[in-house]
């Protein structure tokens, strides 16, 4: 069971950290990635981390603003949102899998494990 915690409502410029926390399971070994729908859009990749911690991948939109870890002593993945950004505004949902390859660490079909959303919203 994984939970994605630790939305709300910021001003643009602001910083959020989500945290997705595995009950049941250990993250370790797992690959885990974060996606967000807005309304009326279809769900997209906002960042994922390795099994092994040591490959981490981001959207475009994201890079260089979030910043994804793994935290094996809480055994949860943290998204740290900085410089928040209106259009960032959406339900963010957290996806795990034992198996993920490289080449598919961004797409949302490689995951077997999902969360329900934390809602994020930016106001300008």
């Known amino acids: 069971q994984l939970q994605a915690s630790g939305g709300g409502l910021v001003q643009a410029g602001d910083s959020l950290t989500l945290s997705c926390a595995a009950s049941?399971?250990?993250?370790?070994?797992?690959?885990v990635a974060w996606f967000r729908q807005a309304p009326g859009m279809e769900r997209s990749f906002v960042a994922a981390?390795?099994?092994?911690?040591?490959?981490?991948y981001y959207g475009d939109s994201v890079k260089g603003r979030f910043t994804i870890s793994k935290d094996n002593a809480r055994n949860a993945v943290d998204l740290r949102m900085n410089l928040l950004r209106p259009e960032d505004s959406a339900v963010y949902y957290c996806?795990?899998?034992?198996?993920?390859?490289?080449?598919?660490?961004?797409?949302?079909?490689?995951?077997?494990?999902w969360g329900l959303g934390t809602q994020v919203t930016v106001s300008s």
């Open positions: 049941g399971r250990t993250l370790r070994g797992y690959a």
């Open positions: 981390i390795h099994r092994t911690g040591n490959g981490i």
């Open positions: 996806a795990a899998s034992p198996s993920v390859i490289t080449s598919n660490m961004r797409n949302q079909a490689a995951y077997a494990s």
